[in-house]
């Protein structure tokens, strides 16, 4: 596996790379993608991605390209190359190393029945929980805060689980901002935390495979994965600029696109228009080998206290039906996520419990993962939609919010 690895990261369909690979950890050597189960009474099929050599890299489940437009396009975008003097130093298999060999995806396919499973308990003794895991790893919109604002509770909450010397990490699909960015959202809001975005998972990812430096990433989304990428080391294009671009129909009009784009990242963006689809679908249908990565696909996102908006699914949505295509999820439920912190941290997983608001994303993410599950309803889900004979997906504990750590009591460790 580790010649056919080389062999694979050293061409990208067919480009051969002038830099030499170095031989992985058996965590880069395969990429597998993890069980989605939807909120219903559906769930979806497993489909496997593995390295095996150049000409297979990174082929799509439907080997029909859908030619369309110019096949020499001239690209009129400007592309951004990091500077290099601002990228931190990485080791030749990126971020990722570990002892399981899989990288878990998430890649959405028909429709499959699944029976349902154990019905969730209300928490009730939270010093019990507290005292079987290690570490908490949280969602953050709907859990610990909702728009700009801090749910009431919480600082005392985080406080409570330090003092009784668990680690806390939050992760969130947000891809708006980077790391930094959410630190300085964390440090305005009273907190000190280190937070992993979904906008840091797309670069952590490319870095996974040993994406090529001389390929591009073309961007749907904000700056957070623009930051990401810089800081990765990758060349891109696109982001909010693109938001001002128009298109203009007319009698024999043909728009071109960047035949050297590799990779075609989606996440949630304010900014979305129809130059961004076109661009990222030609991207995608034209250039062979082009990756689409999804950074979430959820559904609805609080971007106030006041109401829910529509998420990054709907900004995802667009791209698979124009392409016909489904996207690499690199965000929650995908274990990719949850594999990378059991790594850095050295955390088993049995000894995590993943809080947070959503069923579809933060539950499977901690069941994929083989964690324990605790429900916050301050968020997406309510109780009636918990307990709804059409959902199959049941965390182990539920609760109104994490400040019910405080109120039940839980004593000291």
Request: charged fraction near 20%.
């Amino acid at each position: 596996m580790g010649s056919q690895y080389q062999e694979a990261t050293s061409h990208f369909n067919g480009h051969k790379s002038n830099t030499t690979q170095t031989k992985p950890h058996l965590f880069t050597t395969m990429l597998s993608a993890s069980i989605l189960r939807t909120p219903t009474t559906t769930t979806t099929t497993t489909t496997t991605t593995t390295i095996k050599s150049s000409s297979a890299l990174f082929t799509s489940p439907n080997p029909n390209r859908f030619l369309i437009g110019n096949p020499n396009p001239q690209s009129t975008h400007t592309t951004r190359t990091p500077h290099r003097s601002s990228i931190p130093s990485y080791s030749p298999c990126g971020f990722i190393s570990g002892r399981s060999g899989r990288i878990g995806l998430s890649r959405m396919a028909p429709k499959a029945s699944v029976s349902a499973s154990a019905v969730a308990h209300p928490l009730k003794d939270a010093d019990e929980l507290i005292g079987s895991v290690e570490t908490f790893i949280f969602d953050c919109d709907g859990v610990i805060w909702k728009g700009d604002k801090l749910i009431d509770g919480v600082g005392e909450t985080l406080d409570l689980l330090r003092s009784k010397g668990k680690r806390l990490v939050f992760v969130t699909n947000n891809s708006t901002k980077s790391r930094k960015q959410y630190g300085k959202k964390f440090e305005s809001l009273g907190l000190n935390e280190e937070i992993f975005a979904s906008s840091f998972a797309a670069a952590a990812y490319l870095k996974s495979i040993n994406f090529p430096k001389d390929k591009k990433v073309y961007v749907i989304g904000e700056e957070g994965i623009l930051k990401e990428l810089e800081l990765a080391g990758f060349q891109f294009l696109g982001g909010p600029e693109d938001g001002e671009k128009k298109i203009e129909l007319k009698p024999g009009y043909m728009m071109h696109h960047d035949e050297n784009v590799g990779a075609v990242v989606v996440g949630f963006d304010r900014y979305l228009n129809y130059y961004k689809v076109q661009y990222g679908t030609l991207c995608i249908r034209e250039n062979p080998g082009c990756l689409f990565i999804a950074t979430n696909r959820d559904a609805v996102t609080h971007l106030t206290d006041a109401q829910e908006w529509a998420g990054g699914g709907s900004m995802v949505g667009a791209l698979i039906g124009s392409t016909q295509r489904e996207p690499l999820v690199v965000g929650k439920p995908s274990t990719f996520m949850m594999d990378y912190l059991a790594d850095k941290f050295g955390i088993l997983k049995s000894q995590i419990c993943m809080v947070g608001d959503r069923l579809d994303t933060d539950i499977l993410f901690g069941q994929n993962g083989g964690c324990k599950t605790l429900l916050v309803l301050s968020g997406v889900t309510s109780l009636s939609m918990l307990q709804s004979p059409t959902n199959s997906i049941q965390p182990d504990f539920y609760t109104n919010k994490i400040s019910d750590f405080l109120s039940l009591k839980a004593t000291t460790v």
